[in-house]
């Protein structure tokens, strides 16, 4: 297998984007850690190499150490003429599809019409604007790190977009006890601190309201058989993984009632296909790419797009088995993610 990009540059390339390293978890504070994974950037193919830490006292997975804010953004910028692996991107987009947006709302209408919610980490505010379809009298504001928020409140997606984290005091203070549901789908695991992230969350919801939260499970089978080609670690952009006993206990402790933790819904069938188009990509010659020195030769971009092509249908034949498996895995610990819904008290 080639030797990932730029790999012998990765110290100096990641020197100045990354935190120091921890010896305790973020979490519990335990000291009793253990090393998951070890990985490059397995989708973009940007330098830099990276490590996944769990914690064998709570569960909770982390990296570490942990990129700076500045290396997050530098990692989530899109670079002209970098490469990119269409397959997994593909994949990793059924956690953002409208059945899924549509089963995420549909969990919500027991709780009856509420008349205001924000959805936090929206991005293009997809979520908001399928919601609506069951919530047409409610108010949805959207929140987003990055302007895509502003975008969608011009396509009328949200009624009110706000940019930049929930933790921001300049962003949490005008929004204080004024939503009756907060939804947060896939956003906690890209947070710096998700604990904090939460905490924020309770804050802007009315007494009485709901939070709905969907994320990742580090506990999943999958996680453990795959390993770094397990697509939901996608480093390095994902920050944290929380075991769903983290994340009850927590809201416990804040004195919410916890409504559901469902994995069945949550569940997103990509895991054998994902770990087969990520390891097909890196088993090829490497792409070309902005950082590199000297380019790859014609007839290795050449092989690597006629190999890419050709490994296609065994990528769809695992994403058929991906579904075939879905009703039993959904239902075990093979889930891959989780959906909790929690009702601040009154």
Same mark, same amino acid.
């Given at each position: 297998m080639p030797a990932h990009p730029a790999s012998a540059a990765a110290p100096q390339a990641t020197a100045r984007v990354h935190e120091p390293r921890r010896e305790d978890c973020p979490w519990c504070g335990s000291a009793r850690l253990r090393n998951r994974l070890r990985t490059g950037d397995l989708r973009q193919y940007k330098p830099g190499g990276f490590t996944v830490d769990a914690c064998r006292d709570c569960g909770h997975t982390f990296q570490n #150490? +942990?990129?700076t804010a500045e290396g997050l953004a530098l990692y989530h910028r899109t &670079? /002209?003429? *970098? #490469? /990119?692996?269409?397959a997994s991107d593909g994949l990793l987009a059924l956690r953002g599809s409208r059945g899924r947006h549509r089963s995420a709302a549909r969990a919500m209408r027991r709780f009856g019409e509420p008349e205001s919610w924000l959805d936090v980490g929206t991005g293009h505010a997809r979520f908001p604007a399928t919601a609506r379809e %069951? %919530?047409?009298y409610t108010a949805f504001d959207g929140l987003d790190p990055s #302007? +895509? &928020? &502003? @975008? *969608? @409140?011009s396509a009328d997606r949200v009624e009110e977009a706000h940019v930049g984290r929930l933790t921001d005091p300049r962003i949490v203070a005008p929004l204080r006890d004024r939503y009756d549901v907060v939804s947060m789908l896939h956003h906690l695991e890209g947070t710096p601190d998700p604990r904090a992230e939460l905490q924020a969350a309770l804050g802007v919801l009315r007494p009485g309201g709901h939070l =709905? &939260?969907?994320?990742l499970d580090p506990g999943s089978v999958f996680a453990a058989l795959l390993g770094r $080609? $397990? =697509? *939901?670690?996608?480093? #390095?952009r994902h920050l944290h993984l929380m075991p769903p006993r983290? =994340? /009850? *206990?927590e809201l416990e402790a804040a004195g919410c009632t916890i409504v559901t933790v469902?994995? /069945?819904?949550a569940h997103v069938p990509h895991d054998l296909s994902g770990a087969l188009a990520l390891t097909l990509s890196h088993a090829l010659p490497a792409p070309d790419a902005p950082w590199r020195a000297i380019p790859p030769p014609a007839v290795h971009r050449h092989a690597r797009e006629a190999l890419l092509r050709a490994g296609m249908p065994l990528v769809a034949l695992a994403a058929l088995a991906d579904h075939l498996v879905a009703p039993v895995a959904r239902r075990t610990r093979f889930a891959n993610a989780y959906r909790l819904i929690a009702r601040k008290a009154a």
């Amino acid at each position: 297998m080639p030797a990932h990009p730029a790999s012998a540059a990765a110290p100096q390339a990641t020197a100045r984007v990354h935190e120091p390293r921890r010896e305790d978890c973020p979490w519990c504070g335990s000291a009793r850690l253990r090393n998951r994974l070890r990985t490059g950037d397995l989708r973009q193919y940007k330098p830099g190499g990276f490590t996944v830490d769990a914690c064998r006292d709570c569960g909770h997975t982390f990296q570490n #150490p +942990r990129l700076t804010a500045e290396g997050l953004a530098l990692y989530h910028r899109t &670079v /002209r003429g *970098a #490469p /990119r692996d269409p397959a997994s991107d593909g994949l990793l987009a059924l956690r953002g599809s409208r059945g899924r947006h549509r089963s995420a709302a549909r969990a919500m209408r027991r709780f009856g019409e509420p008349e205001s919610w924000l959805d936090v980490g929206t991005g293009h505010a997809r979520f908001p604007a399928t919601a609506r379809e %069951f %919530f047409p009298y409610t108010a949805f504001d959207g929140l987003d790190p990055s #302007p +895509r &928020v &502003v @975008r *969608a @409140r011009s396509a009328d997606r949200v009624e009110e977009a706000h940019v930049g984290r929930l933790t921001d005091p300049r962003i949490v203070a005008p929004l204080r006890d004024r939503y009756d549901v907060v939804s947060m789908l896939h956003h906690l695991e890209g947070t710096p601190d998700p604990r904090a992230e939460l905490q924020a969350a309770l804050g802007v919801l009315r007494p009485g309201g709901h939070l =709905l &939260v969907e994320t990742l499970d580090p506990g999943s089978v999958f996680a453990a058989l795959l390993g770094r $080609w $397990w =697509l *939901a670690y996608d480093q #390095p952009r994902h920050l944290h993984l929380m075991p769903p006993r983290n =994340l /009850r *206990a927590e809201l416990e402790a804040a004195g919410c009632t916890i409504v559901t933790v469902d994995h /069945r819904s949550a569940h997103v069938p990509h895991d054998l296909s994902g770990a087969l188009a990520l390891t097909l990509s890196h088993a090829l010659p490497a792409p070309d790419a902005p950082w590199r020195a000297i380019p790859p030769p014609a007839v290795h971009r050449h092989a690597r797009e006629a190999l890419l092509r050709a490994g296609m249908p065994l990528v769809a034949l695992a994403a058929l088995a991906d579904h075939l498996v879905a009703p039993v895995a959904r239902r075990t610990r093979f889930a891959n993610a989780y959906r909790l819904i929690a009702r601040k008290a009154a």
